[in-house]
RNA sequence: CGGGGCGUGGCUCAGUCUGGUAGAGCGCUCGGUUCGGGACCGAGAGGUCGAAGGUUCGAAUCCUUUCGCCCCGACCA
Protein backbone atom coordinates (compact mmCIF):
# COMPACT_ATOMS: atom_id res chain seq x y z
CA UNK A 1 0.00 0.00 0.00
CA UNK A 2 1.92 3.02 -1.49
CA UNK A 3 -0.45 5.82 -1.03
CA UNK A 4 0.28 8.46 2.22
CA UNK A 5 -2.09 8.35 4.90
CA UNK A 6 -3.97 11.30 5.30
CA UNK A 7 -5.11 11.80 8.97
CA UNK A 8 -6.21 15.36 8.98
CA UNK A 9 -9.57 14.13 7.25
CA UNK A 10 -12.12 14.30 9.41
CA UNK A 11 -14.89 12.20 8.14
CA UNK A 12 -16.29 11.09 11.34
CA UNK A 13 -17.57 14.12 13.23
CA UNK A 14 -20.19 13.40 15.76
CA UNK A 15 -17.02 12.35 18.39
CA UNK A 16 -15.71 14.88 20.49
CA UNK A 17 -12.25 15.13 19.76
CA UNK A 18 -9.27 13.59 21.84
CA UNK A 19 -7.54 17.01 22.34
CA UNK A 20 -10.43 18.66 23.61
CA UNK A 21 -11.48 15.96 26.33
CA UNK A 22 -10.53 12.74 26.84
CA UNK A 23 -13.39 11.65 28.60
CA UNK A 24 -15.95 12.93 26.71
CA UNK A 25 -14.07 11.40 23.78
CA UNK A 26 -14.18 7.77 25.27
CA UNK A 27 -17.88 8.14 26.51
CA UNK A 28 -18.59 9.63 22.64
CA UNK A 29 -16.92 6.36 21.25
CA UNK A 30 -18.58 4.46 23.55
CA UNK A 31 -22.22 5.29 22.35
CA UNK A 32 -21.83 5.85 18.96
CA UNK A 33 -19.82 2.48 18.01
CA UNK A 34 -23.20 1.20 20.03
CA UNK A 35 -20.81 -0.53 22.80
CA UNK A 36 -22.63 -0.54 25.37
CA UNK A 37 -25.63 1.71 26.94
CA UNK A 38 -26.62 3.15 30.36
CA UNK A 39 -29.82 0.77 31.93
CA UNK A 40 -32.40 2.24 34.00
CA UNK A 41 -29.84 1.64 37.12
CA UNK A 42 -26.97 3.63 38.28
CA UNK A 43 -23.65 2.21 37.61
CA UNK A 44 -24.95 -1.09 35.45
CA UNK A 45 -24.96 -0.79 31.47
CA UNK A 46 -26.46 -2.90 28.85
CA UNK A 47 -23.12 -4.55 26.65
CA UNK A 48 -24.44 -3.95 23.51
CA UNK A 49 -24.11 -6.48 20.67
CA UNK A 50 -21.02 -5.23 19.05
CA UNK A 51 -19.51 -4.71 22.65
CA UNK A 52 -20.21 -7.85 23.82
CA UNK A 53 -18.83 -9.56 20.32
CA UNK A 54 -15.58 -7.96 21.56
CA UNK A 55 -15.64 -9.38 24.97
CA UNK A 56 -17.15 -13.37 23.19
CA UNK A 57 -13.31 -12.88 21.05
CA UNK A 58 -11.69 -12.13 24.75
CA UNK A 59 -13.66 -14.80 26.42
CA UNK A 60 -12.45 -17.35 23.21
CA UNK A 61 -8.94 -16.68 23.11
CA UNK A 62 -8.44 -16.56 26.83
CA UNK A 63 -10.43 -19.67 27.66
CA UNK A 64 -8.33 -21.17 24.93
CA UNK A 65 -4.78 -20.43 26.99
CA UNK A 66 -6.49 -21.15 29.87
CA UNK A 67 -7.36 -24.68 28.87
CA UNK A 68 -3.89 -25.16 27.25
CA UNK A 69 -2.28 -24.73 30.94
CA UNK A 70 -4.60 -27.61 32.72
CA UNK A 71 -7.16 -25.24 33.83
CA UNK A 72 -11.09 -26.20 33.72
CA UNK A 73 -14.06 -24.04 33.38
CA UNK A 74 -17.19 -24.66 36.56
CA UNK A 75 -20.01 -22.23 37.65
CA UNK A 76 -19.95 -21.11 40.87
CA UNK A 77 -23.22 -19.22 42.82
CA UNK A 78 -24.11 -15.39 42.63
CA UNK A 79 -25.25 -15.26 46.14
CA UNK A 80 -23.16 -16.00 49.15
CA UNK A 81 -23.76 -16.30 52.86
CA UNK A 82 -22.91 -13.14 54.53
CA UNK A 83 -20.97 -15.29 56.70
CA UNK A 84 -18.55 -16.37 54.32
CA UNK A 85 -17.53 -13.54 53.29
CA UNK A 86 -16.61 -12.77 57.26
CA UNK A 87 -14.01 -15.68 57.36
CA UNK A 88 -10.99 -13.84 56.11
CA UNK A 89 -10.42 -10.68 58.07
CA UNK A 90 -8.59 -8.62 55.38
CA UNK A 91 -10.73 -9.78 53.10
CA UNK A 92 -14.15 -8.64 54.67
CA UNK A 93 -12.28 -5.25 55.39
CA UNK A 94 -11.33 -4.69 51.94
CA UNK A 95 -14.69 -5.41 50.36
CA UNK A 96 -17.73 -4.55 52.94
CA UNK A 97 -17.81 -0.90 51.57
CA UNK A 98 -18.39 -2.39 48.36
CA UNK A 99 -20.73 -5.42 48.87
CA UNK A 100 -24.48 -5.46 47.87
CA UNK A 101 -27.11 -7.53 49.73
CA UNK A 102 -29.78 -9.95 49.13
CA UNK A 103 -32.24 -9.26 52.40
CA UNK A 104 -35.26 -10.69 51.20
CA UNK A 105 -36.64 -13.97 49.05
CA UNK A 106 -40.20 -15.48 48.60
CA UNK A 107 -42.10 -12.66 50.25
CA UNK A 108 -40.05 -12.83 53.64
CA UNK A 109 -37.44 -11.33 55.25
CA UNK A 110 -33.95 -14.16 55.10
CA UNK A 111 -32.68 -15.01 58.23
CA UNK A 112 -29.29 -14.68 57.37
CA UNK A 113 -28.33 -12.00 54.57
CA UNK A 114 -27.07 -12.74 51.25
CA UNK A 115 -24.49 -11.09 49.45
CA UNK A 116 -24.21 -10.74 46.10
CA UNK A 117 -20.86 -11.97 44.95
CA UNK A 118 -17.66 -9.44 44.74
CA UNK A 119 -15.54 -12.13 44.13
CA UNK A 120 -15.60 -15.59 44.83
CA UNK A 121 -12.83 -16.39 47.24
CA UNK A 122 -15.16 -17.08 50.01
CA UNK A 123 -17.47 -19.87 47.75
CA UNK A 124 -14.48 -21.40 46.18
CA UNK A 125 -13.09 -22.08 50.03
CA UNK A 126 -15.92 -23.66 51.27
CA UNK A 127 -16.04 -26.34 48.12
CA UNK A 128 -12.63 -26.43 48.32
CA UNK A 129 -12.49 -27.56 51.66
CA UNK A 130 -14.95 -30.26 50.78
CA UNK A 131 -13.35 -31.58 47.49
CA UNK A 132 -9.69 -31.81 48.85
CA UNK A 133 -8.77 -34.23 51.48
CA UNK A 134 -5.24 -35.50 50.04
CA UNK A 135 -1.92 -34.13 48.34
CA UNK A 136 -2.98 -36.28 45.38
CA UNK A 137 -6.40 -34.16 45.18
CA UNK A 138 -4.19 -31.61 44.05
CA UNK A 139 -3.71 -29.13 42.83
CA UNK A 140 -7.16 -28.26 41.64
CA UNK A 141 -7.31 -25.66 38.91
CA UNK A 142 -10.77 -24.27 38.18
CA UNK A 143 -11.76 -20.96 36.06
CA UNK A 144 -15.10 -19.11 36.15
CA UNK A 145 -17.25 -16.85 33.53
CA UNK A 146 -19.19 -14.72 35.56
CA UNK A 147 -20.23 -11.52 36.54
CA UNK A 148 -19.59 -10.17 39.87
CA UNK A 149 -21.24 -7.03 41.72
CA UNK A 150 -19.35 -4.32 43.50
CA UNK A 151 -21.01 -1.15 44.33
CA UNK A 152 -18.91 1.77 42.91
CA UNK A 153 -19.61 5.52 43.70
CA UNK A 154 -18.15 6.85 40.32
CA UNK A 155 -18.42 4.39 37.04
CA UNK A 156 -17.81 5.11 33.66
CA UNK A 157 -18.66 2.38 30.75
CA UNK A 158 -15.93 -1.10 30.82
CA UNK A 159 -13.54 0.81 33.04
CA UNK A 160 -15.66 0.42 36.51
CA UNK A 161 -19.20 -0.56 36.36
CA UNK A 162 -21.14 -1.80 39.33
CA UNK A 163 -21.53 -5.06 37.83
CA UNK A 164 -19.19 -6.43 35.56
CA UNK A 165 -18.23 -9.51 33.35
CA UNK A 166 -14.86 -11.48 34.14
CA UNK A 167 -13.36 -14.28 34.19
CA UNK A 168 -12.24 -15.75 38.12
CA UNK A 169 -9.27 -18.28 38.56
CA UNK A 170 -9.07 -20.23 41.66
CA UNK A 171 -6.31 -22.40 42.28
CA UNK A 172 -4.73 -24.82 44.98
CA UNK A 173 -1.93 -26.25 45.54
CA UNK A 174 0.29 -28.58 47.38
CA UNK A 175 3.68 -26.06 48.21
CA UNK A 176 3.82 -22.43 47.86
CA UNK A 177 6.35 -22.59 45.60
CA UNK A 178 3.67 -24.33 43.08
CA UNK A 179 1.18 -21.49 44.20
CA UNK A 180 3.52 -18.61 43.12
CA UNK A 181 4.60 -20.59 40.00
CA UNK A 182 0.53 -20.50 39.15
CA UNK A 183 0.21 -16.93 39.93
CA UNK A 184 3.17 -15.99 37.77
CA UNK A 185 2.08 -18.38 34.79
CA UNK A 186 -1.43 -16.39 35.10
CA UNK A 187 0.25 -13.02 34.99
CA UNK A 188 2.41 -14.44 31.86
CA UNK A 189 -0.49 -15.66 29.89
CA UNK A 190 -2.65 -12.14 30.60
CA UNK A 191 0.68 -9.92 29.05
CA UNK A 192 1.05 -12.26 26.27
CA UNK A 193 -2.84 -12.22 25.88
CA UNK A 194 -2.49 -8.28 26.25
CA UNK A 195 -0.07 -7.81 23.24
CA UNK A 196 -0.86 -10.15 20.96
CA UNK A 197 -4.41 -10.17 20.72
CA UNK A 198 -5.42 -7.06 22.39
CA UNK A 199 -2.15 -5.01 20.98
CA UNK A 200 -1.73 -3.47 24.01
CA UNK A 201 1.44 -3.36 25.71
CA UNK A 202 1.81 -4.03 29.95
CA UNK A 203 3.93 -3.33 32.41
CA UNK A 204 3.97 -6.50 34.63
CA UNK A 205 4.82 -6.42 38.10
CA UNK A 206 4.01 -6.38 41.79
CA UNK A 207 1.93 -4.22 43.81
CA UNK A 208 2.95 -2.32 46.46
CA UNK A 209 1.25 -3.86 49.74
CA UNK A 210 -1.57 -1.23 50.28
CA UNK A 211 -2.57 -1.82 46.60
CA UNK A 212 -2.98 -5.88 47.42
CA UNK A 213 -5.61 -7.68 46.82
CA UNK A 214 -7.71 -7.88 50.57
CA UNK A 215 -6.07 -11.21 51.66
CA UNK A 216 -3.63 -11.86 49.63
CA UNK A 217 0.02 -12.32 50.32
CA UNK A 218 1.40 -11.24 47.07
CA UNK A 219 -0.57 -9.47 44.09
CA UNK A 220 0.73 -8.79 40.83
CA UNK A 221 -0.74 -6.56 38.03
CA UNK A 222 -0.16 -5.97 34.46
CA UNK A 223 -0.65 -1.86 33.80
CA UNK A 224 -1.13 -0.58 30.41
CA UNK A 225 -0.95 3.00 29.23
CA UNK A 226 -3.84 4.87 28.22
CA UNK A 227 -4.01 7.56 25.14
CA UNK A 228 -4.42 10.43 27.73
CA UNK A 229 -0.98 9.37 30.12
CA UNK A 230 -3.02 7.66 32.82
CA UNK A 231 -2.60 3.53 33.82
CA UNK A 232 -5.19 1.05 33.95
CA UNK A 233 -4.96 -1.97 35.80
CA UNK A 234 -5.62 -4.57 33.15
CA UNK A 235 -5.39 -7.81 34.92
CA UNK A 236 -4.53 -8.87 38.53
CA UNK A 237 -2.93 -12.31 39.81
CA UNK A 238 -2.93 -13.53 43.47
CA UNK A 239 -0.86 -15.80 45.56
CA UNK A 240 -2.97 -16.03 48.48
CA UNK A 241 -0.57 -18.22 50.59
CA UNK A 242 -2.44 -20.12 53.37
CA UNK A 243 -4.42 -16.96 54.04
CA UNK A 244 -8.01 -18.12 52.88
CA UNK A 245 -7.15 -22.56 52.92
CA UNK A 246 -7.09 -21.29 56.81
CA UNK A 247 -10.17 -19.46 57.11
CA UNK A 248 -11.90 -22.30 55.25
CA UNK A 249 -9.61 -24.96 56.44
CA UNK A 250 -8.49 -26.05 53.31
CA UNK A 251 -6.26 -29.14 54.11
CA UNK A 252 -4.67 -31.85 53.06
CA UNK A 253 -3.31 -35.20 54.03
CA UNK A 254 0.62 -34.87 52.53
CA UNK A 255 3.33 -37.12 51.22
CA UNK A 256 4.45 -37.39 54.94
CA UNK A 257 1.10 -37.70 55.90
CA UNK A 258 0.65 -34.88 58.48
CA UNK A 259 -2.37 -32.65 57.66
CA UNK A 260 -1.38 -29.37 56.00
CA UNK A 261 -3.04 -25.98 54.58
CA UNK A 262 -3.31 -25.80 50.56
CA UNK A 263 -1.74 -22.80 49.17
CA UNK A 264 -4.41 -20.80 46.81
CA UNK A 265 -4.36 -18.66 44.21
CA UNK A 266 -7.03 -16.46 42.38
CA UNK A 267 -6.56 -13.98 39.28
CA UNK A 268 -8.90 -12.17 36.75
CA UNK A 269 -9.77 -9.96 33.87
CA UNK A 270 -12.78 -7.92 33.37
CA UNK A 271 -14.70 -6.56 30.70
CA UNK A 272 -12.49 -3.41 31.36
CA UNK A 273 -9.82 -4.70 28.74
CA UNK A 274 -12.58 -3.48 26.72
CA UNK A 275 -12.26 -0.05 28.43
CA UNK A 276 -8.45 -0.55 27.40
CA UNK A 277 -8.35 -1.36 24.16
CA UNK A 278 -10.60 2.00 23.04
CA UNK A 279 -8.19 4.19 24.72
CA UNK A 280 -5.05 2.79 23.73
CA UNK A 281 -6.17 2.55 19.95
CA UNK A 282 -8.87 4.88 19.33
CA UNK A 283 -8.43 8.34 17.67
CA UNK A 284 -10.64 11.14 16.72
CA UNK A 285 -12.60 9.45 14.48
CA UNK A 286 -13.61 6.45 17.13
CA UNK A 287 -12.09 3.35 17.49
CA UNK A 288 -9.33 1.37 16.15
CA UNK A 289 -10.20 -2.59 17.10
CA UNK A 290 -6.57 -4.94 16.49
CA UNK A 291 -7.69 -7.64 14.49
CA UNK A 292 -7.56 -10.45 16.31
CA UNK A 293 -10.46 -9.31 18.43
CA UNK A 294 -12.74 -7.23 15.89
CA UNK A 295 -15.60 -9.06 15.42
CA UNK A 296 -15.30 -7.63 11.32
CA UNK A 297 -11.71 -7.90 10.49
CA UNK A 298 -12.99 -6.58 7.21
CA UNK A 299 -16.05 -5.07 5.73
CA UNK A 300 -17.14 -5.14 2.43
CA UNK A 301 -18.52 -1.66 0.61
CA UNK A 302 -20.14 -2.47 -2.81
CA UNK A 303 -20.53 0.57 -4.83
CA UNK A 304 -24.04 0.86 -6.17
CA UNK A 305 -23.78 1.92 -10.07
CA UNK A 306 -25.79 0.48 -12.63
CA UNK A 307 -25.84 -2.79 -13.35
CA UNK A 308 -23.95 -3.21 -9.98
CA UNK A 309 -26.66 -5.71 -8.72
CA UNK A 310 -25.11 -8.31 -11.73
CA UNK A 311 -21.93 -7.26 -11.55
CA UNK A 312 -20.51 -5.70 -8.44
CA UNK A 313 -22.49 -7.40 -5.82
CA UNK A 314 -22.17 -11.12 -6.83
CA UNK A 315 -18.31 -10.26 -6.92
CA UNK A 316 -18.26 -8.59 -3.36
CA UNK A 317 -20.41 -11.79 -2.52
CA UNK A 318 -17.54 -14.58 -3.73
CA UNK A 319 -14.94 -12.47 -1.88
CA UNK A 320 -16.83 -12.60 1.02
CA UNK A 321 -17.09 -16.53 1.23
CA UNK A 322 -14.01 -16.70 -0.30
CA UNK A 323 -12.51 -14.59 3.05
CA UNK A 324 -15.09 -16.46 5.41
CA UNK A 325 -13.33 -19.74 3.82
CA UNK A 326 -10.07 -18.68 4.91
CA UNK A 327 -11.31 -18.12 8.30
CA UNK A 328 -11.65 -14.42 8.35
CA UNK A 329 -14.66 -12.23 9.86
CA UNK A 330 -15.90 -10.16 7.53
CA UNK A 331 -19.08 -8.01 6.73
CA UNK A 332 -20.93 -7.14 3.27
CA UNK A 333 -22.62 -4.46 3.94
CA UNK A 334 -24.80 -4.18 0.89
CA UNK A 335 -27.71 -2.05 2.50
CA UNK A 336 -29.48 0.22 -0.29
CA UNK A 337 -30.47 2.72 1.96
CA UNK A 338 -27.42 3.99 3.36
CA UNK A 339 -24.79 5.71 0.49
CA UNK A 340 -21.12 4.52 0.60
CA UNK A 341 -19.56 7.28 2.44
CA UNK A 342 -21.98 7.37 5.10
CA UNK A 343 -20.78 3.37 5.34
CA UNK A 344 -16.91 4.59 5.54
CA UNK A 345 -17.38 7.32 8.32
CA UNK A 346 -19.58 4.47 10.10
CA UNK A 347 -17.27 1.82 9.82
CA UNK A 348 -14.57 3.92 10.81
CA UNK A 349 -16.40 5.21 13.63
CA UNK A 350 -16.51 1.05 14.89
CA UNK A 351 -13.24 0.85 14.30
CA UNK A 352 -13.71 -2.26 11.52
CA UNK A 353 -9.58 -3.05 10.76
CA UNK A 354 -10.06 -3.12 7.33
CA UNK A 355 -12.59 -2.03 4.73
CA UNK A 356 -12.93 -3.32 0.73
CA UNK A 357 -14.49 -0.59 -1.68
CA UNK A 358 -15.87 -3.19 -4.63
CA UNK A 359 -17.08 -1.00 -7.51
CA UNK A 360 -17.48 -0.47 -11.27
CA UNK A 361 -14.08 0.21 -11.71
CA UNK A 362 -12.14 -2.37 -9.68
CA UNK A 363 -14.12 -5.17 -11.59
CA UNK A 364 -12.94 -3.30 -14.69
CA UNK A 365 -9.28 -3.67 -13.16
CA UNK A 366 -9.92 -7.29 -11.69
CA UNK A 367 -9.01 -5.56 -8.21
CA UNK A 368 -10.02 -4.21 -4.72
CA UNK A 369 -9.62 -1.25 -3.34
CA UNK A 370 -8.34 -1.43 0.50
CA UNK A 371 -8.10 1.05 3.40
CA UNK A 372 -6.60 0.49 6.45
CA UNK A 373 -8.28 1.86 9.67
CA UNK A 374 -5.59 1.91 11.65
CA UNK A 375 -3.06 4.41 9.01
CA UNK A 376 -5.87 5.39 6.97
CA UNK A 377 -3.76 4.43 3.96
CA UNK A 378 -5.45 3.08 1.22
CA UNK A 379 -4.84 1.22 -2.13
CA UNK A 380 -5.72 -1.38 -4.51
CA UNK A 381 -5.13 -5.05 -4.13
CA UNK A 382 -5.48 -7.40 -7.46
CA UNK A 383 -8.33 -10.17 -6.91
CA UNK A 384 -5.44 -13.22 -7.20
CA UNK A 385 -4.00 -14.15 -4.53
CA UNK A 386 -6.63 -11.41 -2.57
CA UNK A 387 -7.15 -13.78 0.26
CA UNK A 388 -3.23 -14.17 1.18
CA UNK A 389 -2.65 -10.06 0.57
CA UNK A 390 -5.91 -9.71 3.23
CA UNK A 391 -4.52 -12.11 5.35
CA UNK A 392 -0.98 -10.49 5.56
CA UNK A 393 -2.46 -6.89 5.89
CA UNK A 394 -4.56 -7.96 8.75
CA UNK A 395 -1.27 -8.89 10.38
CA UNK A 396 0.74 -6.07 9.43
CA UNK A 397 -2.16 -4.08 11.34
CA UNK A 398 -2.38 -6.55 14.24
CA UNK A 399 1.37 -5.91 14.59
CA UNK A 400 1.76 -2.06 14.25
CA UNK A 401 -0.97 -1.30 16.10
CA UNK A 402 1.28 -3.18 19.14
CA UNK A 403 3.74 -1.31 17.87
CA UNK A 404 2.36 1.94 17.91
CA UNK A 405 1.15 1.50 21.33
CA UNK A 406 4.98 0.99 22.03
CA UNK A 407 6.08 3.64 21.14
CA UNK A 408 3.89 5.93 22.61
CA UNK A 409 4.59 3.96 25.65
CA UNK A 410 8.12 4.60 25.82
CA UNK A 411 7.55 7.80 24.99
CA UNK A 412 5.56 8.65 27.84
CA UNK A 413 7.80 6.73 30.67
CA UNK A 414 10.31 8.52 31.91
CA UNK A 415 13.03 7.84 34.97
CA UNK A 416 12.62 10.99 37.81
CA UNK A 417 15.60 11.25 40.52
CA UNK A 418 14.23 13.99 42.63
CA UNK A 419 10.75 15.02 43.61
CA UNK A 420 10.48 17.56 41.64
CA UNK A 421 10.39 15.64 38.55
CA UNK A 422 8.02 13.33 39.19
CA UNK A 423 5.81 16.02 40.15
CA UNK A 424 6.76 17.28 36.85
CA UNK A 425 6.37 14.58 35.18
CA UNK A 426 2.74 14.16 36.65
CA UNK A 427 1.03 17.50 34.77
CA UNK A 428 -0.63 17.52 31.89
CA UNK A 429 -0.71 14.07 29.87
CA UNK A 430 1.76 12.28 32.77
CA UNK A 431 2.47 8.65 31.62
CA UNK A 432 4.53 6.60 33.92
CA UNK A 433 7.65 8.00 35.69
CA UNK A 434 10.15 5.31 36.79
CA UNK A 435 11.53 5.84 40.76
CA UNK A 436 13.41 4.28 43.58
CA UNK A 437 11.28 3.74 46.52
CA UNK A 438 12.09 2.69 50.14
CA UNK A 439 8.79 0.34 50.22
CA UNK A 440 7.60 2.67 53.12
CA UNK A 441 3.67 3.55 53.51
CA UNK A 442 3.97 6.60 54.32
CA UNK A 443 6.18 7.77 51.53
CA UNK A 444 3.84 5.83 49.14
CA UNK A 445 0.48 7.64 50.74
CA UNK A 446 2.76 11.28 50.40
CA UNK A 447 3.44 10.64 47.06
CA UNK A 448 -0.46 9.72 46.23
CA UNK A 449 -1.80 13.10 48.34
CA UNK A 450 0.36 15.68 46.59
CA UNK A 451 0.82 14.31 43.17
CA UNK A 452 -2.22 12.00 42.49
CA UNK A 453 -0.18 9.22 41.40
CA UNK A 454 0.27 6.17 42.71
CA UNK A 455 2.49 2.79 42.65
CA UNK A 456 1.22 1.07 39.45
CA UNK A 457 3.60 -1.52 40.02
CA UNK A 458 6.89 -2.90 40.84
CA UNK A 459 8.05 -4.25 37.65
CA UNK A 460 10.29 -7.76 37.04
CA UNK A 461 13.39 -6.47 36.70
CA UNK A 462 13.50 -3.54 38.76
CA UNK A 463 13.59 -4.89 41.79
CA UNK A 464 16.70 -3.53 42.46
CA UNK A 465 17.36 0.38 42.75
CA UNK A 466 21.17 -0.12 44.14
CA UNK A 467 22.50 3.13 45.54
CA UNK A 468 19.83 5.25 44.95
CA UNK A 469 17.88 7.35 47.41
CA UNK A 470 14.07 6.84 47.43
CA UNK A 471 12.06 9.75 45.64
CA UNK A 472 9.93 10.95 48.92
CA UNK A 473 11.93 10.59 52.05
CA UNK A 474 15.69 10.10 50.65
CA UNK A 475 16.39 7.08 52.85
CA UNK A 476 18.01 4.13 50.74
CA UNK A 477 15.48 2.72 47.98
CA UNK A 478 14.82 -0.57 47.78
CA UNK A 479 13.14 -1.14 44.55
CA UNK A 480 12.34 1.42 41.14
CA UNK A 481 8.30 1.44 41.08
CA UNK A 482 6.38 2.40 38.28
CA UNK A 483 4.60 5.09 39.05
CA UNK A 484 1.63 6.69 37.01
CA UNK A 485 -2.00 8.37 37.73
CA UNK A 486 -4.15 5.59 37.50
CA UNK A 487 -8.00 4.84 35.96
C1' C B 1 -19.85 11.18 50.02
C1' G B 2 -18.30 16.91 49.02
C1' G B 3 -18.05 20.91 44.98
C1' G B 4 -19.80 22.18 40.07
C1' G B 5 -22.70 21.40 35.47
C1' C B 6 -26.85 19.23 32.93
C1' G B 7 -31.86 16.54 32.21
C1' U B 8 -37.15 19.46 26.60
C1' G B 9 -39.32 14.02 20.06
C1' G B 10 -34.28 8.68 18.73
C1' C B 11 -29.72 12.40 18.90
C1' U B 12 -27.71 17.59 19.61
C1' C B 13 -29.93 21.69 21.44
C1' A B 14 -33.18 26.65 21.61
C1' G B 15 -37.19 28.22 24.75
C1' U B 16 -36.71 28.99 31.52
C1' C B 17 -34.27 35.19 33.70
C1' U B 18 -39.43 38.60 32.27
C1' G B 19 -45.49 31.91 33.49
C1' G B 20 -50.01 32.24 28.47
C1' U B 21 -50.43 25.78 26.70
C1' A B 22 -43.62 23.39 22.72
C1' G B 23 -39.60 24.62 18.37
C1' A B 24 -34.98 23.84 15.12
C1' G B 25 -31.25 20.75 12.89
C1' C B 26 -30.03 15.81 12.36
C1' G B 27 -32.28 11.01 12.48
C1' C B 28 -36.91 8.07 11.37
C1' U B 29 -41.32 6.55 7.73
C1' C B 30 -43.28 6.68 2.49
C1' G B 31 -42.28 7.88 -2.84
C1' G B 32 -38.61 9.19 -6.41
C1' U B 33 -33.68 10.41 -8.18
C1' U B 34 -28.81 9.08 -6.37
C1' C B 35 -24.41 6.42 -4.55
C1' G B 36 -15.87 5.90 -5.28
C1' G B 37 -15.77 10.05 1.93
C1' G B 38 -21.74 10.87 6.38
C1' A B 39 -26.63 12.52 -1.09
C1' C B 40 -31.02 15.37 -2.91
C1' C B 41 -36.33 16.57 -3.75
C1' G B 42 -41.36 15.95 -2.10
C1' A B 43 -44.84 14.15 1.55
C1' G B 44 -45.29 12.47 6.74
C1' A B 45 -44.92 10.39 11.88
C1' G B 46 -43.08 11.54 16.53
C1' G B 47 -42.36 15.06 22.67
C1' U B 48 -46.48 17.24 28.04
C1' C B 49 -40.66 19.24 28.75
C1' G B 50 -36.42 13.27 34.14
C1' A B 51 -40.14 12.13 38.36
C1' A B 52 -43.40 13.64 42.50
C1' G B 53 -45.68 17.45 45.14
C1' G B 54 -46.82 22.71 45.61
C1' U B 55 -47.96 28.09 44.06
C1' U B 56 -51.24 30.10 40.12
C1' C B 57 -57.06 31.32 36.31
C1' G B 58 -52.83 29.16 33.76
C1' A B 59 -46.18 25.99 34.85
C1' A B 60 -41.00 23.39 30.39
C1' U B 61 -40.63 28.29 32.85
C1' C B 62 -41.58 29.92 39.97
C1' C B 63 -40.96 26.84 44.93
C1' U B 64 -39.91 21.98 47.51
C1' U B 65 -38.45 17.05 47.27
C1' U B 66 -36.46 13.21 44.48
C1' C B 67 -33.98 10.28 40.47
C1' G B 68 -30.34 10.07 36.70
C1' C B 69 -26.04 11.59 33.73
C1' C B 70 -21.23 14.30 33.21
C1' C B 71 -16.70 16.79 35.33
C1' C B 72 -13.35 17.64 39.72
C1' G B 73 -12.17 15.67 44.52
C1' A B 74 -12.58 11.71 48.38
C1' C B 75 -13.10 6.43 48.07
C1' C B 76 -12.09 2.10 45.22
C1' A B 77 -8.65 -6.01 44.75
Known amino acids: MAAKPNQDEAFVTEITKQSID ?14 ADYSPVKGFMVIRPYGYAIWEQI ?3 LDQRFKATGHVNAYFPLLIPESLL ?3 AQHVEGFAPQVAYVTHGGGEELEEKLVIRPTSETIFGVMYQKWIQSWRDLPVLINQWANVVRWEK ?3 PFLRTTEFLWQEGHTAHETAEEAQEETLKILAIYKEFCENVLAMPVVDGQKSDSEKFAGASKTYSIEALMGDGRALQAGTSHNLGQNFAKAFEIQFQGRDKTLQHA ?3 SWGVSTRLIGGVIMT ?3 DSGLILPPAVAPYQVVIVPIPRGTWKETVLPKCEEI ?3 LKAAGIRVKLDADESQTPGWKFSEYEMRGVPLRLEIGPKDIEKSS ?3 ARRDTRVKASIPMEGLTDAITALLADIQKSLLERARTFREEHTSNADSYDALKAAMEGRPGFVIAPWCEEAQCEADIKAETQATIRNIPFGYEQAPDKPCIKCGKPAKVSAWFAKAY
Not at 27 to 33: E, N, P
Open 281 to 283: HGD
Open 59 to 61: QQQ
Open 86 to 88: LKE
Open 154 to 156: VTR
Open 368 to 370: VFA
Open 22 to 35: FSKWYLDVVRKAEL
Open 263 to 265: WTT
Open 320 to 322: AAQ
